[in-house]
Structures are given as C-alpha cells and as structure tokens.
C-alpha cells in the first residue's frame, strides 16, 4: 500500500477534500442567533466544538461574516442545539445562504433562553445559552485574513432532557447525536457497541490528572 501525500495549497488531487473526513466525526454547531433586528436565525456548522471546563467555552468557525457570525457580533449571544437522529431532515433545511427564518423554513418550534435572547429550538434534547467572549478573524501562515471567523462563546445555561440522565451521568448515546463526516452528505451516529472506557493514568501521587 501506498501514501497518498500532498500539500494543501497545491490541491489535493481527489474527488473531494479529504480534510473534513480525516478530522470527524464532528459535532455540529447548530446555532440559534437573532438579528439587531430581531429576526431569528438558525444555522449548522461542521466546524464546532468545546474548548475549556471552567469557564464552560464552545466555539464555532464560519468561513465568512455570515448571518450567524454577524449576529454574534451585533447580540453578543448565541445558542447552541443539539442534532439528534431524528431532526436531521430539519437541520439539513436549515443550511439555507437564503436570508430567511429557518425555524420556519424548517417548521420547528423556537423556545424562549433564560438568560439571553437568542432562541433554542424547542425539540433539540440539550441545548446551550451562551455568551460570546470572542471573535477572532482567522489567518494563514502568511498572516493574510482567510475570510473565516472563529466565534467563541461561555455557556451560561444548560438545558437537558431529564431522560438523558442516568444516575446522575449524561447518557451520551441516549442522546443519539448526529455528527458530520466527510465528502459532500456523509453523518454519523454513535451507538453502544463503539464504546471503548479508557481511565486516564494517575501520577505516582495518586492523582488523575486532565489533559
């Protein structure tokens, strides 16, 4: 067997770029925002994750100022939603360019944050009320702007179904999340037989400590 080798800024010489799928499953950045105008908006991103413990930090990257990106910088909130297996016809009409409302476009209900208002989508089994903390406009090695905009948020309130939690340990399959591979329509799920436990090796002080 061979070594496919190349170098990302002379093409990668295959149907399709390999990098998204070499890097995934990943989560996905469903993001509620509202306008300064006060129009909704609801987009999902393959470029999301979570970043810090304490603060509680999730982020995602936009490859231009679109309308969640620039809704961000006008609110400065934004929510977070889970894709379960079963909204994700519902997320897939949401990644209109289209300026329009896709909790409409998409016939899902909106349900009022506590603390912020951007709105949560009301079926999503967890979803977050986050903060932005930054917007940082991301470079290349040649410190040219990419035209891409990494949003990070801290987490302010946590909404979970109460089903998801088993004595008292967030049931992660339970949650049936839906993450995003490779090529142009490729998701995932999880299911119990891939799970692997792992206990992280103590110090000879006996303590275990977080990477």
């Given at each position: 067997m061979g070594v496919h080798t190349y170098?990302?800024?002379?093409?990668?010489?295959?149907?399709?770029?390999?990098?998204?799928?070499?890097?995934?499953?990943?989560?996905?950045?469903w993001i509620g925002t509202l306008a300064s105008d006060g129009r909704r908006n609801l987009a999902p991103y393959s470029f999301f994750n979570a970043f810090n413990y304490t603060?509680?930090?999730?982020?995602?990257?936009?490859?231009?100022?679109?309308?969640?990106?620039?809704?961000?910088?006008?609110?400065?909130?934004?929510?977070?939603?889970?894709?379960?297996?079963?909204?994700?016809?519902?997320?897939?009409?949401?990644?209109?360019?289209?300026?329009?409302?896709?909790?409409?476009?998409?016939?899902?209900?909106?349900?009022?944050?506590?603390?912020?208002?951007?709105?949560?989508?009301?079926?999503?089994?967890?979803?977050?009320?986050?903060?932005?903390?930054?917007?940082?406009?991301?470079?290349?090695?040649?410190?040219?702007?990419?035209?891409?905009v990494l949003t990070m948020g801290e987490v302010v309130v946590v909404h979970i179904d109460e089903s998801l939690i088993v004595d008292g340990v967030y049931d992660t399959v339970g949650g049936a999340p839906l993450l995003r591979g490779g090529g142009p329509s490729a998701y995932y799920g999880i299911d119990e037989g891939s799970r692997l436990d792992l206990f992280r090796p103590r110090d000879p002080d006996g303590v275990t400590r977080r990477g």
């Open positions: 170098r990302p800024a002379e093409g990668h010489g295959l149907a399709h770029n390999p990098f998204n799928a070499i890097v995934g499953p990943r989560p996905i950045g603060p509680p930090l999730v982020g995602f990257s936009s490859t231009s100022w679109k309308h969640t990106a620039r809704n961000c910088a006008d609110t400065g909130e934004f929510t977070w939603n889970l894709v379960s297996r079963e909204l994700a016809e519902a997320m897939n009409e949401t990644s209109t360019p289209a300026d329009v409302d896709e909790f409409e476009r998409a016939g899902l209900a909106a349900a009022a944050s506590d603390l912020i208002a951007a709105p949560r989508v009301a079926d999503a089994r967890v979803t977050f009320e986050c903060r932005v903390t930054q917007q940082i406009e991301l470079t290349g090695l040649d410190g040219l702007p990419s035209g891409a």
